[in-house]
């Protein structure tokens, strides 16, 4: 009788130039991953910031708008009304800073000529600035 031998089962295991083609491609998965990840976050920080100086120019505009009805109620209780500056406290309009309110008043030919600028911060460097005009004729 013949008996052959069978060999074990054996595994073969992987070599290290396999070991390391496998890690070079996880690494490269995981790095064009957080690329990708990164771009998206930054997309999203500009946008934020994008919303928030829109948010702000808005802001701007409203105030701008009220207070040439301010000037407009002013000038109709005090004919002399010359315009005035003030500020406008974070709180009441939920901003981190206040906003500076310019209102100027211009007597020109037969009308009177109003002109309000909101500006937010109210110091330093602006980061908004709007303004608005209206006139009312004398006549």
């Known amino acids: 009788m013949i008996f052959s031998q069978q060999q074990p089962a054996t595994r073969r295991r992987p070599t290290a130039a396999r070991r390391g083609v496998t890690l070079l491609v996880v690494i490269v998965i995981i790095s064009v991953s ?50 005035e500056t003030w500020t406008i406290d974070a709180d009441e309009v939920e901003f981190a800073k206040p906003f500076q309110v310019t209102i100027e008043v211009e007597p020109s030919d037969g009308e009177i000529q109003w002109k309000a600028t909101a500006r937010y911060p109210a110091e330093g460097t602006p980061e908004a600035s709007e303004s608005a005009a209206a006139a009312l004729n004398r006549e």
């Open 34 to 83: 957080m690329l990708i990840l990164a771009g998206a976050v930054r997309s999203l920080v500009d946008e934020h910031r994008q919303t928030r100086l829109r948010h702000t120019h808005r802001q701007c505009r409203i105030i701008a708008h009220a207070a040439l009805e301010r000037a407009r109620a002013k000038h109709l209780a005090n004919n002399s009304y010359t315009g």
